[in-house]
């Protein structure tokens, strides 16, 4: 569990605090980058702390709303180990991250690379599923991350899964003028949810519509 904070002014300043540290800043960017939940031992090796410090820094976090742990099944004898991983949307509320800001992260990592928009788009969206847990459906990720991009989604149900549809297109210059770049990204992100996300769902279909009137749909198919 994590800590909630009365307002997002004392939400924002008790995070601020925490990152304050230097290597508990660190710590937290490099849970933020794993494509998955991280133990105290991957920690220790890679920063070169002994396990209370990195325990403590974590403590830290926690306490702050940044990062949430999870116990996972044990490997043998012994308690199950605690994984940890960023609270869904932390930092982008702390880094004050917009859609366009978002946007511009995957058309750099774009253009610094030989990859293509639909694979920049599945690695994102494989790193933003990481962070809703391993329990979480593909469907809920989906909705959930379009909402935070500025999508405003609602779910339509199917007989062979759902359908999320976007109300709204926060990128309308950026998608008409490049729409085989900016949908086909938005089209992997969807795809790396559904790969990282529990269950066997796959990205079905995706419907796309003129971005100043919105309606896109992207169908989450669950197999029968």
């Known amino acids: ?29 490099y849970l933020r980058e794993a494509p998955a939940p991280v133990g105290v031992a991957e920690l220790t090796a890679h920063f070169g702390l002994n396990h209370n410090a990195i325990r403590q820094h974590l403590a830290k976090l926690v306490e702050a709303g940044l990062v949430v742990g999870e116990q996972v099944s044990a490997e043998g004898r012994g308690r199950p180990p605690w994984k940890y991983r960023p609270v869904p949307g932390a930092a982008e509320r702390l880094g004050g991250t917009n859609p366009f800001e978002a946007l511009s992260m995957l058309l750099l990592e774009l253009l610094n690379g030989g990859s293509t928009p639909r694979e920049v788009g599945r690695r994102a969206g494989r790193r933003m599923a990481v962070e809703y847990g391993a329990e979480a459906d593909a469907a809920e990720i989906l909705d959930a991350v379009a909402r935070r991009l500025g999508f405003e989604p609602h779910r339509v149900e199917r007989g062979d899964g759902v359908d999320v549809v976007l109300g709204r297109c926060p990128f309308v210059g950026p998608a008409g003028a490049a729409p085989d770049v900016v949908c086909d990204l938005h089209l992997g992100i969807a795809e790396g949810i559904a790969e990282q996300a529990a269950g066997e769902a796959t990205i079905g279909g995706f419907v796309v519509r003129p971005p100043e009137r919105a309606g896109c749909r992207i169908n989450v198919a669950v197999p029968a």
């Open 1 to 29: 569990m994590h800590r909630a904070a009365d307002t997002p002014d004392q939400d924002l300043l008790v995070q601020s605090r925490a990152l304050g540290d230097p290597t508990r800043h660190a710590v937290f960017a």
